[in-house]
T-cell receptor, first 116, second 115 residues
Framework: AQKVTQAQTEISVVEKEDVTLDCVYE???????LFWYKQPPSGELVFLIR??????QNEISGRYSWNFQKSTSSFNFTITASQVVDSAVYFC?????????????FGQGTELSVKP | KAGVTQTPRYLIKTRGQQVTLSCSPI?????VSWYQQTPGQGLQFLFE???????NKGNFPGRFSGRQFSNSRSEMNVSTLELGDSALYLC??????????????FGSGTRLTVV
């Protein structure tokens, strides 16, 4: 069965600190997709990144970076020099390929609080 | 281009009633998925529709149903509402076809309160 675990329920940092959000997943599929979403208080899930299982290259987008390691089934997300606007709940998610790909399995989310 | 539109944003219903939620996907997107978000259970998949056909279904009772129209707009219905159905219901649209996964764009959700 597929499963996503975000062990950190809440993280609190001071502005300008770096912070890493952990995500560990389980799947028996060889082809799958991993996602990160941000949910601000307004409720909408904002897409951050999508990665397929064959692409283990790390990615950097501004202050955001992602580290995908198939060997440890992890897809961690780092925010460098955090800002108050980064405060939100962050979700990691997994989906299969093909017909089952319309189903996202979410982790429980990590609530990040960035204090000024 | 316009994002995913969900209506209404807020809804208050009484136990035993039924409710219909609406989702208009991004133009050109044929896949629409629905999720329920509660503090206790987190984000859970309800179902996915693709070209008017239900393609995937989560572990929810038959009181939860949906449909998709020829213009890809989707509706979700919950009958005989229970207090535990109080949740944020999120809709997501995707340009994905039958074999590829291109990611999902979510709407702002409908917050349903059952009293």
């Amino acid at each position: 069965a597929q499963k996503v675990t975000q062990a950190q329920t809440e993280i609190s940092v001071v502005e300008k600190e770096d912070v890493t959000l952990d995500c560990v997943y389980e799947t028996r599929d060889t082809t799958y997709y991993l996602f990160w979403y941000k949910q601000p208080p307004s409720g909408e899930l904002v897409f951050l990144i999508r990665r397929n299982s064959f692409d283990e290259q790390n990615e950097i987008s501004g202050r955001y970076s992602w580290n995908f390691q198939k060997s440890t089934s992890s897809f961690n997300f780092t925010i460098t020099a955090s800002q108050v606007v980064d405060s939100a709940v962050y979700f990691c998610a997994l989906s299969e390929a093909g017909n089952q790909g319309g189903k996202l399995i979410f982790g429980q989310g990590t609530e990040l609080s960035v204090k000024p | 281009k316009a994002g995913v539109t969900q209506t209404p944003r807020y809804l208050i219903k009484t136990r035993g009633q039924q409710v219909t939620l609406s989702c208009s996907p991004i133009s050109g997107h044929r896949s629409v998925s629905w999720y329920q978000q509660t503090p206790g259970q987190g984000l859970q998949f309800l179902f996915e529709y693709f070209s008017e056909t239900q393609r995937n279904k989560g572990n929810f009772p038959g009181r939860f149903s949906g449909r998709q129209f020829s213009n890809s707009r989707s509706e979700m219905n919950v009958s005989t509402l229970e207090l535990g159905d109080s949740a944020l219901y999120l809709c997501a649209s995707s340009p994905r076809d039958r074999t590829s996964n291109y990611g999902y764009t979510f709407g702002s959700g409908t917050r349903l309160t059952v009293v």
